[in-house]
């Protein structure tokens, strides 16, 4: 099913052509500088915490034409400031107006039929060991391979160098040459190439036998003479090209003679030798993609392997960790932690393991994550919102990627978690920034480091309580495991 991945040109294309599809994107914008700007000044009252502990800041936001920046200064020097310029609202939108649910649907149909447990589970020691051994063990071989390529190359180069200077030396004896030896010598290098040419065309077609083989082949009387006019041809070249020899040879003395031989053969060996420095350079070239490969590889292995006791894999656990990490930075009073996150990532897609998903280097899911139709028969109904350019389906939404956003929902919570300037659910990096926003968005006036507060932003990210009962027991259970991986 084809998807088209926001940011791309194709969706950006899809973007110019629909009104509908670049009101929504105001939207978005709008609603998530509301939300940076308006959650650092309220929490300190309403969360009964000492205003003098909270970092204050100060705010400056300016309008020019279609574009407004917000600029939030920290009165701590160690802060930086930051600066977020976005196209302002359209006329009429309602900065209060709620989002809707992340994932109204159920999770995708494989979690569905097996709900996660209360408890994350705990892989076996070296459950992920021998996948890793093994990218270790290729690496390290085609790194032995590459080596042994690049003292291959080191040593045919040595072996060019001398070659090299009997050429120079037969070269800088020509130029001492008078302008009459000079011509004599070329006309006999010239013969000489001839003849060398014509015998290897002997060699490669077979010989002196080749002429008769050429005849005896002809299919028919016009065939055949036309055969017998190309090698009395070519019978002609080689005698001409043999008496041009002769003829150059008496012409040049002995000396001369020998010099032009000598030159020769020095430019012969150095064309074999640099031919072995040549392929023994692509062969390095291609053991030094050998080990790229290997590398890359190996990265991938560590990556998806399992960080214990935890049953999340490494480039999940870092979004989370750095989506909560910015969350802080930019609503310190929120206090939304990595467990709360996982505990999402892991009822909505196993952390992107669902169907066999994998994951790349930076953060891209494939195969692409969908969820169910919600066409309302197991799902709330929600038509389609963004002419299948997100999930594919131009009838019904379907929630997308690993932290199942809809698309209603993605439009306006969306967020770039690791800088690559593309916005993509499929992304675990801004799917789990994402989910922090939302998850802040949801409780704008209290911390979810209380269980209420976080039952109610769990809530709306779903509306079912056996859902929010699920996510609360996973987010204690990854708590209890924090320490062991911070």
């Known amino acids: 099913m084809a998807v088209l991945m926001a940011g791309t040109p194709a969706a950006d294309e899809q973007n110019v052509s629909s009104p509908r599809r670049a009101r929504r994107r105001l939207l978005a914008a709008a609603v998530a500088v509301l939300a940076v700007a308006g959650a650092g000044s309220a929490g300190a009252a309403e969360l009964g915490t000492d205003p003098s502990l909270v970092p204050t800041t100060t705010t400056t936001t300016t309008t020019s034409g279609d574009l407004s920046s917000t600029t939030t200064t920290p009165t701590d020097a160690d802060s930086p400031p930051e600066t977020t310029t976005t196209l302002a609202p359209p006329p009429g939108f309602a900065a209060d107006e709620p989002l809707p649910p992340a994932t109204p649907g159920l999770p995708p149909p494989e979690l569905t039929d097996a709900p996660p447990p209360a408890v994350a589970p705990t892989p076996p020691p070296g459950a992920d060991d021998a996948g890793r051994h093994q990218a270790a063990a290729a690496l390290r071989a085609a790194q032995v391979a590459l080596k042994a390529g690049q003292a291959a190359l080191r040593a045919r180069q040595q072996a060019l160098l001398p ?120 062969s390095v070239s291609l053991l030094q993609a050998a080990v790229d ?40 009073l929120c206090h939304v932690d990595w467990p709360a996150i996982a505990a999402l990532g892991r009822i909505e897609s196993n952390h992107g393991r669902y169907a066999g998903t994998q994951v790349a280097l930076n953060g891209d899911a494939y195969p692409r994550i969908l969820g169910i139709p919600l066409d309302g028969t197991r799902s709330a109904l929600v038509t389609d919102t963004d002419g299948g350019a997100l999930d594919g389906d131009t009838t019904f939404d379907r929630a997308v990627g690993p932290m199942q956003f809809i698309p209603s929902t993605w439009v306006r919570i969306g967020d770039d978690g690791n800088y690559d300037g593309i916005v993509d659910p499929n992304n675990i990096y801004d799917a789990a920034l994402s989910t922090a926003s939302y998850l802040c968005r949801a409780v704008p006036t209290g911390g979810l480091d209380a269980d209420d507060a976080l039952r109610t932003a769990f809530f709306s990210y779903n509306h079912s309580q056996a859902y929010v009962d699920t996510a609360m027991l996973l987010t204690q259970s990854y708590r209890s495991m924090a320490a062991s991986v911070s």
């Open 163 to 282: 070659v090299q200077k009997v050429m120079f030396a037969a070269q800088a004896h020509m130029a001492t040459l008078d302008a009459q030896q000079r011509l004599v010598a070329d006309a006999l290098t010239e013969a000489r190439t001839k003849v060398k040419r014509i015998a290897i065309a002997g060699y490669v077609s077979g010989g002196d036998s080749q002429p008769v083989d050429f005849l005896l082949r002809a299919k028919d009387p016009v065939d055949l003479e036309r055969r017998r006019a190309l090698v009395a041809t070519a019978t002609k070249a080689r005698k001409e090209a043999l008496a041009g020899y002769e003829v150059a040879q008496r012409q040049a003395d002995g000396e001369l003679d020998d010099a032009v031989r000598h030159l020769d053969e020095a430019q012969a060996a150095v064309d074999v030798a640099q031919a072995a420095v040549d392929d023994a350079a692509a």
């Open 293 to 332: 490969n290997a590398q890359q590889l190996l990265d991938v292995a560590n990556a998806t392997a399992v960080v214990l006791p935890t049953d999340i894999p490494r480039i999940y656990l870092d979004a989370y960790k750095r989506a909560a990490q910015l969350l802080a930075r930019r609503q310190p």
